[in-house]
């Protein structure tokens, strides 16, 4: 069994930072990568930014310049530091990690952003 927890969201003004972390547990003995991903309500669930094993970063357009990914796979960890919080990016955000293929989630932690 495999768990993903996640910490750190929480309420803060714009242009406030926040810092997301995550670790997984459990029978993990391969991750292809990690990733944090959000979903913000009426609106489909969109990527925010993943590492993988080859330590290939990707972050989505909107978060470029703003937020930072942090991976230590064989730790099985991995943080989101979010900087210029803007109101667009509230949204539940979610952990997930990849193992031998398989999407393993976290519950998720809000992140509200208020103007």
């Known amino acids: 069994q495999v768990q993903v927890v996640e910490s750190g969201g929480g309420l803060v003004q714009a242009g406030g930072s926040l810092r997301l972390s995550c670790a997984a547990s459990g029978s993990i003995f391969y991750i292809n990568g990690m990733g944090w991903y959000r979903q913000a309500p009426g609106k489909q669930r969109e990527l925010v930014a993943i590492?993988?094993?080859?330590?290939?970063?990707n972050y989505a357009d909107s978060v470029k310049g703003r937020f930072t990914i942090s991976g230590d796979i064989a730790k099985k960890t991995v943080s989101l530091q979010m900087n210029s919080l803007k109101p667009e990016d509230t949204a539940v955000y979610s952990c997930k990690v990849r193992n031998f293929g398989i999407d393993y989630w976290g519950r998720g932690t809000q992140v509200t952003v208020s103007s």
């Open positions: 590492v993988t094993r080859a330590g290939i970063i």
